[in-house]
C-alpha cells in the first residue's frame, strides 16, 4: 500500500469543502454522477469503434446506493474507469484548468470561498462536503487489474491494487454524522431529478425500505431491497422544444456546466439540410475561471449520433467563444472520426460556422439587464474575435461596447452615430489604460468644447491593438484624436498667422528639450491646459505597437510632439521670458506635466522634482 500526499492546491481545496459551510451541499451528487456519465461516454464511444471493446450485451448505467445502517452513500459506473496513473492525476492533483483556476481564487476568507463551489463545482472534491472518508474503486476498460484510492481528505491518501470483476469506478462515502439526509430515497431522488434528469443514461438507485405483507395479525414488516430509475435518461437535446420547459434547459445546464446559477442565454438549434446536426448552447452568466489562461477547459462537447466523440478539442467553437457550453450532436460525422481529420473536416467546419453566427446573432439580441451582464463579463472576448474572425466582423461589431466621453455607461458603436454628424461619418476614439487618466486629458478638450462625443478606451492591452484595425463601421471612420487635427473654428490662415507669431518660441523650446521632442507646435487642441503630448502618426514605430504588443514586449520609447496652447497664461509669459535658466525649467515642466496628464512618466524623475521645486520656491 502506498501512501501519497496531496499535492499543496488540493489540501487547500479539501480544507475548504470539510469546513464549509455552504447551505447547497447537495451539488456534490450532480458533480459525480455528471463524472460518471463523461466516464460512460467515454467508454461508450470505445465500444462502438473499436473491436477489442465490443460487447453486445453492454449499456451505460450509474448506480447509487443508499445504505442507512452502514451510513454510506455509493455511487458507481460502468465507464470507462481509471489506472493508478490516472487515480494519481485526477485525484490527487490538479488535473484541470479550470480547478487550478477555482484555487488560485481562494481568499481565505471561509464565507466567501464556500460561495466560490456554488459557482464552480469542483468535481469530486465536492464529496468532502458532506463525507468523512471516501474510496474510490476503479478499473480501467482493457486493463486487468483495479485500484483503490482512499483519503479521509486530511492531507494524505492511499492507492492499493484491489480485485474488481468489470470496468468502472464505484465511490463510497462514509457520511458525516449531521449528513443523514443524503440517504433518504426521496431527498437523493430530488437532486438527481433536478440536476441529472436528462443524463443520457439510466441513473439506477438502490434503497431498502419497509414492506407490510399479508393483513390484520398475519401482516408481517420487513426491510426490502428495491431498485428503481431515478432520472428520464433521455439525451436533452435530442427532444423536440416544444416539449421542453425552461427548467428543463436550466437543469441541463447545471449539470454539464457544474454550476448552481440559470445560465445567461441558451439556443437550441436542430439543422437539416446538406448536414445534419443539433447544437444546444449556453452562455454563462458568469465568466468561466479559466477564461484568460492558455490551457483553459473547453465548454463545448461532441457527439455523433448521440455517441460522445471529444470534450476536450479546442476548435469546435473559436477560441473567443470558448466561455459558450452546451452540444454538438452530427448526424453526417463517422463515429471513429479522429482527431486529426476533425481539425480539417468540411462538415465540422460547415458546423462551426453556422453555430458561430448564430450565436453571435443571439448574443446581439440579448436586452438589457442581460446585455449589461455579458458586456460585463465578455466584453474583451468580442473585442478578440473582431481581431481575429473576419468573417464575422461585422456581427462583433455590432456587440462590443465601451465607455463614453458624453454618455453614462458604456456605448455601442450603432448607438455612437445615431449622435454622431452624419455628414463627416467619424468616430473618434481615445485609447489608455486609465480611464480616470483619459477623461482628463488634455486631448478631449476641444472636443469637450465642440460637444463631440469621444469613445473612452481604457483596455488598452486590447483596445490599442484591435481598434485601428478595425477601420471602419458601416462606412463610419475610426478616428484616433491622438493622430488628428481637433475640431478648431481657426481658418488655416489664422493658424499659419499664429505659428509664425510664435515660432521664435517653438523653436526655442525645442532647443531646450533637445531629442526628448520630436517636434514642438502651436495647438489648436487645448482649451485649458497650457500643453499636450502625442504620438507622431507617420513615426515608423508608431505602426509598430501592434507586432510589439502581439508578442509580449515592451515597445522602445518613441519621440513624442508637443503641443502648447498659446492662449494659456503659463506659455504667453514664457514667450517673454529672458531667463534662460528659468525658461529651460519651464519648457521641461511643460513636457513632463503634459506626459504625467497622459498617464505617462517623466524620463527623469529626480530632475522633474527639483525643477518642481525651484519653480515653487521662486513663486513664494
Known amino acids: 500500500?502506498?501512501?501519497?500526499?496531496?499535492?499543496?492546491?488540493?489540501?487547500?481545496?479539501?480544507?475548504?469543502?470539510?469546513?464549509?459551510?455552504?447551505?447547497?451541499?447537495?451539488?456534490?451528487?450532480?458533480?459525480?454522477?455528471?463524472?460518471?456519465?463523461?466516464?460512460?461516454?467515454?467508454?461508450?464511444?470505445?465500444?462502438?469503434?473499436?473491436?477489442?471493446?465490443?460487447?453486445?450485451?453492454?449499456?451505460?448505467?450509474?448506480?447509487?446506493?443508499?445504505?442507512?445502517?452502514?451510513?454510506?452513500?455509493?455511487?458507481?459506473?460502468?465507464?470507462?474507469?481509471?489506472?493508478?496513473?490516472?487515480?494519481?492525476?485526477?485525484?490527487?492533483?490538479?488535473?484541470?484548468?479550470?480547478?487550478?483556476?477555482?484555487?488560485?481564487?481562494l481568499t481565505g476568507d471561509a464565507k466567501k470561498d464556500s460561495n466560490l463551489i456554488g459557482q464552480f463545482g469542483v468535481g469530486f472534491y465536492s464529496v468532502f462536503m458532506v463525507a468523512d472518508h471516501v474510496d474510490v474503486i476503479s478499473k480501467k476498460a482493457g486493463e486487468d487489474q483495479a485500484y483503490k484510492f482512499s483519503t479521509d481528505g486530511t492531507g494524505e491518501y492511499e492507492i492499493k491494487p484491489v480485485t474488481k470483476e468489470s470496468h468502472g469506478t464505484v465511490i463510497y462515502m462514509k457520511l458525516k454524522s449531521d449528513e443523514k439526509e443524503f440517504l433518504d430515497k426521496a431527498r437523493v431522488e430530488e437532486v438527481v431529478k433536478k440536476y441529472s434528469n436528462h443524463i443520457a443514461y439510466p441513473i439506477m438507485m438502490n434503497f431498502s425500505t419497509e414492506e407490510t405483507e399479508g393483513e390484520g395479525d398475519d401482516a408481517v414488516t420487513k426491510m426490502v431491497n428495491k431498485t428503481e430509475q431515478a432520472n428520464a435518461a433521455t439525451a436533452l437535446w435530442t427532444l423536440p422544444k416544444s416539449s421542453l420547459k425552461k427548467e428543463d434547459y436550466v437543469e441541463f445546464y447545471k449539470a454539464i456546466g457544474h454550476d448552481s446559477e440559470e445560465p445567461l442565454k441558451y439556443l437550441h438549434n436542430k439543422v437539416e439540410g446538406a448536414n445534419q446536426f443539433t447544437t444546444l448552447f449556453y452562455i454563462p452568466k458568469k465568466a468561466p475561471m479559466d477564461m484568460y489562461r492558455a490551457d483553459y477547459t473547453p465548454g463545448v462537447k461532441l457527439y455523433v449520433k448521440r455517441v460522445f466523440i471529444t470534450d476536450d478539442d479546442k476548435e469546435l467553437l473559436p477560441s473567443y467563444l470558448r466561455f459558450v457550453k452546451g452540444i454538438i450532436d452530427s448526424e453526417d460525422l463517422p463515429l471513429n472520426v479522429s482527431r486529426e481529420l476533425l481539425q480539417e473536416n468540411k462538415i465540422l467546419a460547415n458546423i462551426k460556422q453556422t453555430s458561430v453566427k448564430k450565436i453571435l446573432q443571439a448574443i446581439k439580441k440579448i436586452k438589457d439587464e442581460d446585455s449589461d451582464t455579458f458586456i460585463a463579463q465578455y466584453n474583451r472576448m468580442m473585442k478578440e474575435g473582431v481581431y481575429t474572425d473576419h468573417v464575422n466582423k461585422e456581427l462583433l461589431l455590432d456587440i462590443v461596447k465601451y465607455k463614453s466621453s458624453t454618455e453614462e455607461g458604456l456605448v455601442g458603436f450603432e448607438s455612437y452615430i445615431s449622435r454622431a454628424d452624419s455628414e463627416k461619418k467619424e468616430i473618434y476614439y481615445l485609447t489608455g489604460e486609465d480611464e480616470k487618466v483619459l477623461r482628463n486629458s488634455p486631448l478631449l478638450e476641444a472636443y469637450n468644447q465642440a460637444n463631440i462625443e469621444v469613445l473612452i478606451m481604457d483596455d488598452s492591452e486590447v483596445d490599442s491593438i484591435v481598434t485601428p484595425m478595425i477601420g471602419t463601421y458601416k462606412e463610419w471612420a475610426l478616428k484616433d484624436i491622438t493622430a488628428i487635427d481637433a475640431p478648431d473654428s481657426k481658418t488655416e490662415e489664422e493658424?499659419?498667422?499664429?505659428?509664425?507669431?510664435?515660432?521664435?518660441?517653438?523653436?526655442?523650446?525645442?532647443?531646450?528639450?533637445?531629442?526628448?521632442?520630436?517636434?514642438?507646435?502651436?495647438?489648436?487642441?487645448?482649451?485649458?491646459?497650457?500643453?499636450?503630448?502625442?504620438?507622431?502618426?507617420?513615426?515608423?514605430?508608431?505602426?509598430?505597437?501592434?507586432?510589439?504588443?502581439?508578442?509580449?514586449?515592451?515597445?522602445?520609447?518613441?519621440?513624442?510632439?508637443?503641443?502648447?496652447?498659446?492662449?494659456?497664461?503659463?506659455?504667453?509669459?514664457?514667450?517673454?521670458?529672458?531667463?534662460?535658466?528659468?525658461?529651460?525649467?519651464?519648457?521641461?515642466?511643460?513636457?513632463?506635466?503634459?506626459?504625467?496628464?497622459?498617464?505617462?512618466?517623466?524620463?527623469?524623475?529626480?530632475?522633474?522634482?527639483?525643477?518642481?521645486?525651484?519653480?515653487?520656491?521662486?513663486?513664494?
Open 1 to 105: 500500500m502506498a501512501k501519497h500526499q496531496f499535492q499543496t492546491e488540493i489540501g487547500q481545496l479539501l480544507k475548504l469543502m470539510t469546513h464549509s459551510l455552504y447551505s447547497n451541499k447537495e451539488i456534490f451528487i450532480r458533480e459525480l454522477v455528471s463524472n460518471s456519465s463523461d466516464a460512460i461516454d467515454k467508454f461508450n464511444y470505445l465500444q462502438l469503434t473499436d473491436d477489442t471493446f465490443k460487447d453486445d450485451a453492454w449499456s451505460g448505467k450509474v448506480f447509487i446506493k443508499l445504505d442507512k445502517e452502514d451510513n454510506s452513500l455509493t455511487i458507481a459506473d460502468n465507464g470507462l474507469g481509471m489506472n493508478e496513473e490516472d487515480l494519481m492525476n485526477h485525484l490527487g492533483t490538479i488535473a484541470k484548468s479550470g480547478t487550478k483556476a477555482f484555487v488560485e481564487n
Open 495 to 620: 493658424k499659419e498667422e499664429v505659428a509664425k507669431e510664435f515660432k521664435a518660441l517653438t523653436d526655442k523650446i525645442k532647443e531646450s528639450l533637445g531629442e526628448a521632442i520630436k517636434e514642438v507646435k502651436i495647438s489648436t487642441r487645448l482649451t485649458s491646459s497650457p500643453s499636450c503630448v502625442l504620438k507622431d502618426p507617420s513615426d515608423p514605430m508608431a505602426g509598430m505597437a501592434q507586432i510589439f504588443a502581439q508578442m509580449g514586449e515592451e515597445m522602445p520609447e518613441a519621440p513624442l510632439i508637443l503641443e502648447i496652447n498659446p492662449e494659456h497664461e503659463m506659455v504667453k509669459k514664457l514667450d517673454v521670458l529672458e531667463d534662460d535658466a528659468l525658461f529651460d525649467d519651464v519648457a521641461w515642466i511643460l513636457l513632463d506635466t503634459a506626459k504625467i496628464a497622459e498617464g505617462l512618466e517623466p524620463k527623469d524623475k529626480g530632475a522633474f522634482a527639483t525643477r518642481i521645486a525651484s519653480l515653487a520656491t521662486k513663486a513664494l
